[in-house]
T-cell receptor
Framework: NAGVTQTPKFQVLKTGQSMTLQCAQDMNHNSMYWYRQDPGMGLRLIYYSASEGTTDKGEVPNGYNVSRLNKREFSLRLESAAPSQTSVYFC???????????FGSGTRLTVV | GENVEQHPSTLSVQEGDSAVIKCTYSDSASNYFPWYKQELGKGPQLIIDIRSNVGEKKDQRIAVTLNKTAKHFSLHITETQPEDSAVYFCAAGGSARQLTFGSGTQLTVLP
């Protein structure tokens, strides 16, 4: 039972490059989320998907796009990376009986 | 939207002592308050949660209290052990199934 799987675990990008962070869950959860974690700022919501086929902006969506590919997978895309997007990114999911989130292990992204 | 404030940002206690972390929230519609523990290099893990129809919940050495009137909730860890050292996050959520997180508390348990 893998839970929430994120790839890659580490990535270094140059300013202006693009990349996609992948997330998959095997718990049959309806809702999925992308958060970024920065020192002293906790976890901030970038985008979420309440159910398959829907996505909505969170607190800090600028510079990101998402795709809910199917019920299992929710990807986060940086079209033109900027140093301000250096962060640790967490994917999470939640089930119908909302009891918080199950988090992945994170992707540490550095933009130089 | 919801705003969650968490204090203190760092906390050091002697092994065996108790630790208390406090959070306040702003949205009276929030009705779900989980606490997460994050160890170095890992994602946050749920350790305890409480809903707004309950004032206190306990699970072994961990307890959470909720004061809806004052809009604050607290995490209490008794008989702390070195393995309790981690970053702890509080969060608040409502019907939208989204959580707003506090800024985290680095707990260090000194041997």
């Amino acid at each position: 039972n893998a839970g929430v799987t994120q790839t890659p675990k580490f990535q270094v990008l140059k300013t202006g490059q693009s990349m996609t962070l992948q997330c998959a869950q095997d718990m049959n959860h309806n809702s999925m989320y992308w958060y970024r974690q920065d020192p002293g700022m906790g976890l901030r919501l970038i985008y979420y998907s309440a159910s398959e086929g829907t996505t909505d902006k969170g607190e800090v969506p600028n510079g990101y796009n998402v795709s809910r590919l199917n019920k299992r997978e929710f990807s986060l895309r940086l079209e033109s990376a900027a140093p301000s997007q250096t962060s640790v990114y967490f994917c999470a999911s939640s089930g119908t009986a909302f009891r918080g989130y199950t988090f992945g292990s994170g992707t540490r992204l550095t933009v130089v | 939207g919801e705003n969650v404030e968490q204090h203190p940002s760092t906390l050091s206690v002697q092994e065996g002592d108790s630790a208390v972390i406090k959070c306040t929230y702003s949205d009276s519609a929030s009705n779900y308050f989980p606490w997460y523990k994050q160890e170095l290099g890992k994602g946050p893990q749920l350790i305890i949660d409480i809903r707004s129809n309950v004032g206190e919940k306990k699970d072994q050495r961990i307890a959470v209290t909720l004061n809806k009137t004052a809009k604050h909730f607290s995490l209490h860890i008794t008989e702390t052990q070195p393995e309790d050292s981690a970053v702890y996050f509080c969060a608040a959520g409502g019907s939208a199934r989204q959580l707003t997180f506090g800024s985290g508390t680095q707990l260090t348990v000194l041997p």
